[in-house]
C-alpha cells in the first residue's frame, strides 16, 4: 500500500512538474507612438487586454515615458499562448480609435520568447460632449402675479382634459377591435375615425383656448422672447414647456 501511495505521489510530482514546464512564462516588450504631439507627463497610457482582465486603468500596466510620443512596457505572458489588447489613456472613455474616431478590432498576437511589438494609435476616443440645457427665454422675466395667473389656467386645462383621455382611449379600443376581426368593418372604422377627431378637437380647442389666455398675460417684451426662442425650435410643444417652466424674477421670489 505503501509503495502505491508513493508512485501515486511520483506521479502527481512529474505532473505538476510538467504542466509548469509547458506552461512557461516569457517577457514581450510593447512598444507605441502615439498621435499628434503626444500627451503631458502628467497623463498616462495603459495597456489593457486579455492578460490583465482588461483593467484599462490596472496601474502594473501602466506604460513607462520615453518622451510625450513614445511609451513602452514589458508585459509577462505564457509562452505561445494568444493575446488581445487595446491601448487607453486610463478608462474606455479614451480608448484608441481610428482616425475618424470609429472602433477598432482588438490587437492580437501570440507571445514568444523575445518578443517585440511596436504599435502606434491613430487617433483617442472623443466623448460626445454634453449638450447644454437651453434657458427658458422667459427666466426672471415673469412676475408672480404672471405666474400664479398661468398656473391657474394650467390646472384649468389639466383638470379639464382628465375626462377626455379616457374617452380616446375607449374609441382606439373601439378601432383595433374592429381591426382585428376577421371581416373589418369600413363603416365601423369610419363612424371610430369621426368620434377620434371629434374628441381630438375638443382637446385642441381647450388648449388652444387656455394659451390664447396666456398670451395675454405676456407683455409686448416677453412674447418678443417666445418668437426668438421659437424660430430655433422643431419641437411646437417648446412653447407650452417655456410658459409652464418660468420661474419670476428675483425680487418677486
Given at each position: 500500500m505503501k509503495k502505491f501511495v508513493l508512485f501515486l505521489s511520483c506521479?502527481?510530482?512529474?505532473?505538476?512538474?510538467?504542466?509548469?514546464?509547458?506552461?512557461?512564462?516569457?517577457?514581450?516588450?510593447?512598444m507605441v507612438e502615439l498621435p499628434g504631439q503626444g500627451i503631458s507627463q502628467d497623463s498616462a497610457v495603459y495597456l489593457a487586454g486579455s492578460f490583465?482582465?482588461?483593467?484599462?486603468?490596472?496601474?502594473?500596466?501602466r506604460m513607462q515615458r520615453v518622451d510625450a510620443r513614445h511609451y513602452s512596457l514589458d508585459v509577462p505572458c505564457f509562452t505561445d499562448k494568444?493575446?488581445?489588447?487595446?491601448?487607453?489613456?486610463?478608462?474606455?472613455?479614451?480608448?484608441e480609435k481610428t482616425a475618424e474616431n470609429k472602433?477598432?478590432?482588438?490587437?492580437?498576437?501570440?507571445?514568444?520568447?523575445?518578443?517585440?511589438?511596436?504599435?502606434?494609435v491613430a487617433?483617442?476616443?472623443?466623448?460626445t460632449p454634453k449638450k447644454e440645457a437651453q434657458q427658458n427665454p422667459l427666466s426672471g422675466m415673469l412676475t408672480q402675479d404672471q405666474i400664479d395667473k398661468m398656473m391657474q389656467l394650467?390646472?384649468?386645462v389639466t383638470k379639464g382634459l382628465a375626462p377626455v383621455i379616457p374617452q380616446l382611449l375607449g374609441v382606439l379600443q373601439k378601432v383595433n377591435t374592429n381591426l382585428l376581426a376577421d371581416k373589418p368593418d369600413i363603416d365601423l372604422s369610419k363612424q371610430y375615425n369621426a368620434e377620434a377627431m371629434k374628441i381630438?378637437?375638443?382637446?385642441?380647442?381647450?388648449?388652444?383656448?387656455?394659451l390664447m389666455q396666456v398670451m395675454n398675460v405676456l407683455t409686448p417684451e416677453q412674447k418678443q422672447k417666445l418668437r426668438d426662442a421659437m424660430k430655433n425650435s422643431t419641437n411646437p410643444g417648446d412653447l407650452i414647456n417655456i410658459i409652464t417652466n418660468s420661474k419670476p424674477t428675483p425680487a418677486d421670489k
Open positions: 506521479f502527481a510530482f512529474c505532473f505538476m512538474y510538467n504542466q509548469m514546464v509547458n506552461a512557461q512564462t516569457t517577457v514581450v516588450r510593447f490583465n482582465g482588461w483593467n484599462s486603468q490596472d496601474e502594473n500596466y494568444n493575446y488581445e489588447y487595446k491601448y487607453t489613456l486610463g478608462g474606455w472613455k479614451h480608448v472602433e477598432i478590432d482588438n490587437r492580437k498576437f501570440t507571445s514568444t520568447k523575445k518578443l517585440k511589438i511596436k504599435d502606434s487617433a483617442w476616443n472623443v466623448p394650467k390646472d384649468s381630438v378637437s375638443q382637446v385642441l380647442e381647450s388648449v388652444t383656448g387656455t
